[in-house]
């Protein structure tokens, strides 16, 4: 199996594994009472050890579990409206690898760039406790990309991507640099 059939393949299982979540997440909302089990479970687990802090805070657990009734069951379509950006926000990042890596001049398809981007989404979310996924983010682009489009353009990508957020960053510290200025 080549560099396109392990993306490939690993795509598919990232895809999979997205998937399984978002039911699993998704049956949890939409029964309720997420954080009340949330909490009983944790109560299990500790054995009773936390029971003392977890008790206090069951009230705010009921109200997080009838705020998410409320939110699920009358406005049914702000989850809708929130996936479908969602979507299109994650497309935009595929979109966005596939243009560059084809300046970079790599022969990249469409559904190639939508795999980089969903493997590496699966890496940066698995990751959640490094903030802004530093490093996790740069390497899964660089491992995945070094064997489909060689090494220079695998480098460069990141570098692209990296420079994109600090292009944003220094606007922005720039905007605050002079609205501080004139308050």
Avoid: C
Avoid at 63 to 86: F, I, K, P, Y
Avoid at 151 to 157: D, T
């Amino acid at each position: 199996m080549g560099s396109a059939g392990a993306l490939r393949g690993g795509a598919l299982l990232a895809a999979l594994i997205l998937f399984g979540g978002a039911v699993v997440l998704a049956l949890a909302l939409f029964h309720g009472s997420l954080a009340t089990r949330l909490e009983r479970w944790l109560t299990r687990l500790t054995r009773g050890r936390f029971a003392a802090l977890l008790e206090a805070r069951r009230g705010a657990y009921a109200a997080l579990d009838e705020r998410l009734r409320t939110l699920l069951g009358r406005h049914g379509g702000t989850l809708a409206w929130n996936l479908a950006t969602a979507l299109a926000g994650w497309l935009l990042e595929a979109a966005e690898a596939w243009l560059l890596l084809r300046l970079l001049g790599a022969p990249v398809t469409v559904g190639q760039a939508i795999a980089l981007e969903a493997l590496v989404s699966v890496a940066r979310a698995a990751a959640f406790a490094v903030p802004g996924g530093l490093g996790v983010q740069d390497l899964g682009y660089h491992a995945l990309l070094r064997g489909l489009v060689g090494e220079p353009a695998a480098a460069a990508f990141v570098l692209l991507k990296r420079g994109r957020d600090l292009t944003w960053i220094a606007i922005a510290f720039l905007a605050r640099v002079l609205s501080s200025r004139s308050e």
